[in-house]
């Protein structure tokens, strides 16, 4: 049972490329999340879904934009990549019904270098 | 603002011992707690919740009270193993959202000592 996806696991970008920043959940989940988590930090929500189709902004969403045309993938996408975005970023999804469906379950992270 | 605080940044214990982590909250609308453990370039996992109803949950070595009136969680590890050696993130959700957001603390670092 494969859960919570994330790839690739690092990257380093330069000032002002792009990338996607892939999540795919084999769960059948219907609410995902993503994530960014800075030294020292908590845990910042960036932008969550709770269906296919369906987005809306969290905590630190500028610079950042997601789609979620499916329920398995939650694609993240960084446009004109600046420093500030150098984080480790989570992906992580839950079953919003039934027993556990508080309980988020996370991907392993990929970690971003923006030089 | 901080809704979510864990005012220690890290705990060290010895082995066998019995490990204490605090949470304190500010939002009177929090109705669900969890604990979650990560390990590094692990994501965070699963590790004990609690519902505003009750102030007591159990699973094994691990115990988390709630004490609404003071708006404090602790989680108690006992006995505390090397293994136990992770950050660990208390966090929270909203009552009446739909959404299942949760707000989490910047987490404490608990190392055990063999």
């Known amino acids: 049972n494969a859960g919570v996806t994330q790839t690739p696991k690092f990257r380093i970008l330069k000032i002002g490329q792009s990338m996607t920043l892939q999540c795919t959940q084999d769960m059948n989940h219907n609410y995902m999340y993503w994530y960014r988590q800075d030294p020292g930090m908590g845990l910042k929500l960036i932008y969550y879904?709770?269906?296919?189709?369906?987005?809306d902004k969290g905590e630190v969403p500028n610079g950042y934009n997601v789609s979620r045309s499916t329920t398995e993938d939650f694609p993240l996408r960084l446009e004109l990549a600046a420093p500030s975005q150098t984080s480790v970023y989570f992906c992580?999804?839950?079953?919003?019904?039934?027993?556990?469906?508080?309980?988020?379950?996370f991907g392993a992270g990929t970690r971003l270098s923006v030089l | 603002d901080q809704q979510v605080k864990q005012n220690s940044p890290s705990l060290s214990v010895q082995e066998g011992r019995i490990s204490i982590l605090n949470c304190d909250y500010t939002n009177s609308m929090f109705d669900y707690f969890l604990w979650y453990k990560k390990y590094p370039a692990e994501g965070p996992t699963f590790l004990i919740s609690i519902s505003s109803i009750k102030d007591k949950n159990e699973d094994g070595r691990f115990t988390v009270f709630l004490n609404k009136s003071a708006k404090h969680l602790s989680l108690h590890i006992v006995p505390s193993q090397p293994g136990d050696s992770a950050v660990y993130f208390c966090?929270?959700?909203?009552?009446?959202?739909?959404?299942?957001?949760?707000?989490f603390g910047k987490g404490t670092l608990l190392t055990v000592n063999p």
């Open positions: 966090a929270a959700r909203r009552s009446g959202g739909s959404n299942y957001k949760l707000t």
């Open positions: 992580a999804s839950i079953p919003g019904q039934g027993v556990g469906k508080n309980i988020q379950y």
């Open positions: 879904s709770v269906g296919a189709g369906i987005t």
